[in-house]
């Protein structure tokens, strides 16, 4: 499960239309229902396998919420197919993202931390560093760029 769980997660936000709390409740019930039933695992795939049983967890749930009743089922199902590959994409971004982060010197990761990790405005963090938030915004732009830079090389290497 800990290795999947990444994947699940992605392949949920994007079948509750990156609601939050939607896609936190259905993992948790996929969480319980995978538990459950983890004898019924033939021991292929256990990803597509929990991705399945989320993809039938999601459709209870929006049975359960009459307000989330916004997709039909036939429309759930499509997005269930088309999630599994994103899911995976994302999965394998994250991970690279972890380790470019990783790879930062440590002013450009303090400056990440406190911006997407601590959740400080970029006001606030002009403030703390005095700086202008407009040199922050560039800081921060550079380190993007950097950081997108290192995902690409890392998804192209593991390709080769």
Known sequence: MAANSSRLMSFIRILTLNRQDDAEEVFQRTCMILWQKFDQFDGENFGAWACRIAHFEMLKFRDSRIQTRILHDETIEFLAIAALPIADGLSERRAAL????????????????????????????SDRLGRSTHAVYRELSRIHGLLSRCIERSLTEACS
């Open 98 to 125: 972890t380790q470019c982060l990783k790879k930062l010197p440590d002013g450009d990761h303090q400056l990440i931390q406190q911006r997407y990790y601590d959740g400080l405005s970029v006001q606030e963090i």
